[in-house]
């Protein structure tokens, strides 16, 4: 189950279209709670083993049986701390938040873009693949690309003789060449004698 704290959420129709999250296919792997009372935290902790990911407003609020808004700081934390304890994965989001996948940090907007073809991802394979949330559905290429941009400014800042030591020209070639050996495509460069600027040129024919 992926679980949503977001005390904003009933705006989120403003900016987002979020209303497929009411169909039964979607409320069978994602929970929203709009207003978290104490109670809703303490099934949270009950049910830990049931929660596959967790993802908190940044600002959240933690509201009464009446709905009013509480002093909810330390249970908020002790939640994290229980989600932490347990080894699952929490992600935080808010307004205008740095994206930073390694920290599990991401702008809102961003990840109500990306929730639905998240959880369509999760219904359809069963699993989660949480760069879907940053990155959309197409973060695969967009690993790609990013990979093989890194390994062309190190082809272009490395002496030709320190290629086959450098860990990203090697990841980019095999990325780029599956069918080969990394060593392989280096031996062929060197015994072409091509330069740098010919190298470069083999690669973007190749993307």
């Known amino acids: 189950m992926i679980v949503v704290l977001d005390d ?29 009372t104490k109670k809703d935290f303490r099934e949270l902790i009950g049910n830990c ?35 932490q304890t347990n080894n699952l994965t929490r992600l935080e989001f808010g307004r205008d938040m740095h994206s930073n996948l390694k920290a599990k940090t991401l702008d809102k907007d961003i990840f109500y873009s990306n929730l639905k073809p998240f959880l369509d991802h999760l219904i359809d394979n069963g699993q989660i693949e ?8 197409q973060y695969q290429e967009l690993e790609f690309l990013s990979a093989v941009n890194q390994m ?12 086959k030591n450098n860990t990203m020209i090697l990841h980019g070639l095999e990325l780029l060449y599956p069918e080969k050996e990394p060593l392989e495509i280096l031996n062929e460069w060197k015994k072409k004698e091509l330069t740098k600027k010919e190298i ?4 973007n024919n190749k993307i």
């Open 200 to 203: 470069l040129s083999i690669i």
């Open 130 to 137: 949480i760069k879907i949330l940053f990155y959309g559905i």
């Open 49 to 83: 083993h049931s929660i596959q990911l967790l993802c908190n407003h940044r600002s959240l609020k933690l509201f009464n049986d009446n709905l009013d808004i509480i002093d909810g700081k330390e249970a908020i934390i002790n939640l994290f701390n229980q989600i």
């Open 152 to 163: 062309m400014d190190e082809i272009n800042f490395t002496a030709l003789e320190e290629y």
């Open 8 to 36: 904003t959420f009933e705006v989120r129709h403003k900016f987002s279209d979020v209303s497929y999250l009411e169909e039964e296919k979607y409320q069978s792997v994602a929970k929203i709670i709009e207003k978290p």
